[in-house]
Every structure is written in C-alpha cells, then in structure tokens.
C-alpha cells in the first residue's frame, strides 16, 4: 500500500506526538517535588520512583488518592503536604502492630533524643505499655510526677492540656504522640488521668511542667554496724551515663581502698530505670563481670548474636546486690537478669517490667526518625522474659503506707553486711 505524503506526515507528528507523551510521563514519574508544608515548618521531598525490585508493590493506589484528595478535597488550601506524607508513613508502620516501631517526624524524633540526652521539659514520666494501654514505666526521682504520688504500672487514660485545646483518649496512642501532648512550656500544666491497680475508680492528676535534668548515676555511702555500703543508683542507659558511671567507681574504689570502715559491697539500683542504649547495658555489666555472655540478640530469620564482656570492669570482687521493679525495664532488665544468671549477683524488690525486644534508632531525610524492632533479646541463658519479666531472688514489696521507709534497700544492706 503507497502512501501519499499528508499522511506521511501525520504518521511522523503521531510518533513525535507519543514520544513526547512517554518522556513526560516517565519525568513527572521519576522527578522528585520538592514543597513547604503549608500549615506546618516541615519540608518533604517527593520521589515517585519505580516500583520497588523484587517486591510485589503496587503504589498506583497511592498516588491515585494522593491526586484525587488534592483535586476533589473541598477545602484543598488547607492541606499540609507534610503531614499527609508523615501520616501515611506512620499508618503504614503501625500497621505491623508494634506498639515499640514507630515512625518520628522531626519533633518527636527531636524529643526523643533529648530523652537520651537527659534534659527537656515536662513532667518526668517514662512512657511504655502495658497490656497495650499507655502505662507510667517509671516517674523520675523528684519530677512534678513523682512528688504528685505517680507510680510505675499506672495507666494513663487521658490527656487534658486546655492550652494546647486537647482532651484526648489514650486508646491507640502512640509513644511519640502521647510525649507530644504530655510535654509542654515550663509552668504550664497537664492534666492527666490515671487508673491504677488496686483502686476503683480512675483518678485525675494536674502537673505542672518543669525543665526536666536527669542526672543518671547518682551515688551515696551508707554507714550501717561499722561497715560502708555504695548505694549506686542508675536511672538510664543515655548518653551521659559513661562518663558518669566512671566517675561514680571512681569514688567507690577510692572510699573502700581508704576508709578505715570496712566495705561491704556495692547496691546496684535500677528500680524506675527504663532502659536506653543496648551498648550501656553491655558496658555496666561488664564492670561486674570478668568475661562471659551478658545478652543474646534473637533476629529471627538472621539468627542469633551474642554480645560478650567487652572491657575489664573495675568492681569486679565487689559483694553485689541489685534492686529493681515493676519500673526496671529494657536495657536494665538486661544487666539484672545477666548478674543474676551468672550468680555474680543477688536482686532485691520485685518482678521487672518485661520489655524483652530491642529497637534500633534510625535517622531519615528532614531531622525525622524510625524506631524499629530488630531483635529480641535473650538472658545469657537464653531464656526471653518479654512480658515475663526478671524475678527477684528475694521479692520485697515497698510499704505503701509509710513512704519514708525503704525496706528494699534495708534488706540489700542486710544482705551485703551479713553476707548472705
């Protein structure tokens, strides 16, 4: 068939025609939109990139209400690109159904670390769950939420901040979006209300919000039959705990090498330590121990790794007793139930908090962060007590009617005099 030159020519315009359309197509596809959140400072980039190799992903779905909300959504000046990016990610990590994964946008991931780092403003609570509703693991040693009688194991059932015109439930609240809500301006107040096992009914608590410095070893000498106790607290595992924890030894070794009393041992209190670094945990144990296995990670699929001794600690003919409860948890469970399994150790108090899976922090793009369940980890023994926790070998409860007294730590001194 011949064919004439007009339609030669529309033959050449259609190809060209359908060229352009694929390149544009494949450049608007692959470019990346950068934009300014309208109602928010965060700045996100969008790629819209090929669909992942060798995964069975379609993101067609995605972009299609993506566009549809961005053209049919009658109030479309309002949209805040950021946070409907940030949203879509946190649903998809929440949809795995583990409350400790998560996803940070920059705030959140911010006050995260300002955590580990031990200085920010609120009322000194350390968050987790138990029996997945948002629960008290430990209040810090004279914040706002300690001296208002908040224990470890209260639950947290409503936020109330009239500043900030919130009055939210709890139910299915994150980690990172309940330490939003719960810190605030120094001098201002949050109003949250508690139920607390072995009473009836909820009950409300307004605290006011202070700057919050967490010291995390603090260490003291006790005087008790002509003998010298260290009562060593550790109330994190955070980035100022080395250099804290060796100035601690420091004075312990120097007090028990030149005091004329005689040195009993050494307390180890991690009751209301909610854990930190896995790296603290190997660290402090291994100032008690002189070699061995002090925890195991169980990856799953990728097998075990087993984190030894990793230094020659500094205590370690010391006679030891550790104190923990229902507010030791993570890394602090760690070291407790490793110092016990190996016998280098007696525990004092009652049964830890039972948090047996370990996170690893992860920077992303804009100042934002991911917290991601990788393992869990395992006593040298290989026993998990993910929601079991660590038993003590002697349970002594506090007396609940008498706060000035403090019989743990009284039978740990009377454990190390006697030399039980």
């Known amino acids: 068939m011949k064919l004439n030159l007009r339609q030669v020519r529309l033959i050449i315009l259609f190809a060209i025609f359908g060229l352009f359309c694929g390149a544009a197509g494949y450049w608007f596809g692959q470019r990346e939109i950068s934009f300014s959140s309208v109602n928010s400072s965060l700045k996100v980039k969008i790629d819209r990139k090929a669909q992942p190799k060798n995964q069975d992903v379609d993101f067609g779905l995605f972009w299609e209400v ?22 879509a990610i946190s649903g998809m990590v929440n949809s795995l159904g583990d409350a400790y994964t998560v996803f940070l946008p920059p705030p959140e991931n911010k006050q995260t670390k300002e955590d580990l780092n031990g200085s920010f403003e609120g009322v000194g609570i350390q968050l987790g769950y138990k029996e997945e509703r948002l629960a008290v693991v430990a209040p810090l040693a004279g914040m706002p939420a300690e001296l208002a009688g908040i224990k470890a194991g209260d639950l947290i059932l409503r936020i109330i901040d009239e500043s900030k015109k919130v009055d939210k439930d709890t139910t299915g609240m994150s980690l990172p979006e309940a330490v939003s809500l719960i810190r605030g301006p120094r001098g201002s107040v949050v109003k949250l209300t508690f139920s607390r096992e072995g009473k009836e009914k909820p009950f409300e608590v307004p605290l006011k919000r202070e700057t919050i410095v967490v010291k995390s070893v603090e260490l003291a000498f006790l005087e008790k039959e002509g003998t010298t106790v260290a009562h060593l607290q550790l109330t994190r595992f955070g980035d100022r705990t080395e250099t804290e924890w060796q100035e601690a030894v420091t004075k312990i070794n120097e007090k028990c090498n030149t005091s004329k009393d005689k040195c009993a041992g050494v307390i180890l209190d991690l009751r209301n330590n909610p854990g930190g670094y896995l790296t603290g945990s190997v660290y402090i144990a291994s100032e008690f121990l002189s070699q061995g296995v002090v925890v195991q990670q169980d990856k799953g699929e990728e097998g075990k790794e087993t984190y030894s001794v990793n230094r020659q600690g500094q205590l370690l003919s010391q006679p030891l007793v550790v104190l923990i409860n229902g507010g030791s948890a993570s890394a602090s469970e760690i070291v407790a139930g490793a110092l016990q399994e190996t016998k280098r150790a007696k525990l004092v108090g009652e049964k830890s908090f039972g948090k047996g899976t370990i996170q690893e922090a992860q920077d992303l793009f804009g100042g934002a962060g991911l917290h991601v369940t990788i393992a869990r980890w395992l006593l040298p023994s290989g026993k998990s007590i993910d929601k079991e926790g660590v038993i003590p070998d002697f349970e002594v409860k506090m007396d609940e009617k008498d706060e000035t007294r403090d019989p743990q730590l009284d039978k740990a001194v009377e454990l190390l005099i006697n030399k039980i």
């Open 66 to 87: 993506w566009d549809r909300i961005s053209t049919s959504y009658l109030q479309r000046k309002t949209l805040d690109q950021g946070k409907m990016i940030y949203g």
